[in-house]
């Protein structure tokens, strides 16, 4: 009789050890990636989620997201929420190291045992090597109604590598200091995410893009020049993902035929082109500080929807007329019978 006394004892604290094991395990929220890398000039994004399943009765939760050193990097104001996120505010605090997240559950979707939920997907911009920690502070996780008890949680914290971006493939079109001597063979070549880097030369060549690829001018598009003779310039499609800079992309139709999403177009000047910049299916991508001229026609939308910006992610400091200013810039466009203007913060760019 004692011995199956102390077997029930036993029992009921291994179980409940088991509880409290799993809601201590449930009631946990992380960064993913835990330990990401982000180069200088580059941004990276990052989510915050819950660890493994949801806590029971969550209704939101507000928090800010702060860094330890901002000299490395800094948060920047690039926030998006998961659709259940029915309500929700995000408000940069003290410079660019103390990010507010306010989020709410209004529709009742996140349900106890829900698993793969994120709260939130924020931004991060490298700055100069070095690294910096993230971390979650004055947390409030309520539970049902929102408002009610305070849902205890651990919340992990994690660190970011700030580095020196490396080519991982160089062009050279005269042979002497690169990988390949054409871009589309770099292209062609080149694993997902990889940077190529392109020196002066005239390539006289379309390249067709099916990867998320960083392509950039190592001098500038004055010295970088893509002759498509009559075809597409760049023709990028993909899952989106690809930043193309610096380069001039003459003789084209068009100069850049973006069929994807999430893509970087700046630095470029479009020349003497029957298309400028032809958007079919396009959606969030950012088109900056581009010289648009002498095309037949700069810009031709088949199918994109509102979400393409035309401006720079960041204000510039620049000198007009002996003035300075600070502003987001848009593109500089050349119209065959019309003034050629600078546009500024501007979303539509005809």
């Known amino acids: 009789m004692k011995q199956n006394r102390l077997l029930v004892i036993l029992i009921t604290g291994l179980l409940l050890f088991g509880a409290v094991h799993a809601v201590s395990a ?6 993913s990636p835990e330990s990401p890398l982000v180069y200088i000039g580059d941004t990276t994004e990052i989510s915050i989620v819950f660890d493994e399943i949801a806590p029971e009765g969550f209704a939101g939760c507000e928090f800010n997201i702060t860094l330890s050193n901002p000299d490395a990097a800094v948060l920047i104001e690039d926030v998006t929420y998961p659709e259940w996120a029915t309500n929700h505010l995000n408000v940069l605090h003290g410079g660019d190291d103390d990010l507010f997240i306010s989020v709410c559950d209004g529709a009742n979707e996140i349900q106890p045992g829900n698993t793969n939920v994120t709260l939130v997907t924020f931004s991060l911009k490298g700055i100069a090597e070095g690294s910096t920690d993230i971390s979650i502070v004055n947390p409030n996780f309520d ?3 929102l408002g009610g008890n305070n849902i205890e949680m651990t ?3 994690a660190s970011t ?3 020196e971006r490396v080519p991982d493939i160089i062009v050279d079109a005269a042979g002497s200091g690169g990988d390949y001597t054409t871009i589309t063979d770099a292209v062609d070549n080149a694993n997902a995410n990889a940077w190529i880097l392109v020196k002066p030369g005239v390539y006289s060549e379309a390249v067709v893009i099916s990867e998320n690829l960083k392509i950039s001018s190592s001098d500038g598009a004055a010295d970088t020049i893509v002759d498509a003779g009559g075809k597409s310039g760049f023709l990028v499609y993909n899952d989106g993902g690809v930043e193309i800079s610096g380069f001039t992309i003459r003789n084209a139709e068009p ?3 973006l069929r994807s999403a999430d893509c970087i177009i700046t630095g470029c000047t479009l020349t003497d082109n029957t298309q400028g910049i032809r958007l079919r299916g396009a959606e969030k991508c950012r088109i900056y500080q581009n010289d648009f001229i002498n095309n037949t ?8 929807g509102l979400s393409n910006t035309w401006h720079s992610p960041d204000m510039v400091s620049y000198s007009y007329e002996a003035q300075n200013y600070c502003n987001y810039l848009g593109n500089y466009w050349v119209h065959p019978v019309q003034i050629p203007m600078v546009m500024v913060s501007s979303m539509i760019p005809w």
Do not use: I
């Open 161 to 163: 590598s700030v580095t």
């Open 26 to 31: 449930n009631n946990t929220a992380s960064f």
């Open 155 to 157: 919340l992990n914290s």
């Open 255 to 257: 100069a850049l035929y």
């Open 297 to 304: 026609k700069n810009v031709v939308v088949s199918t994109a």
């Open 143 to 145: 539970n049902m109604p």
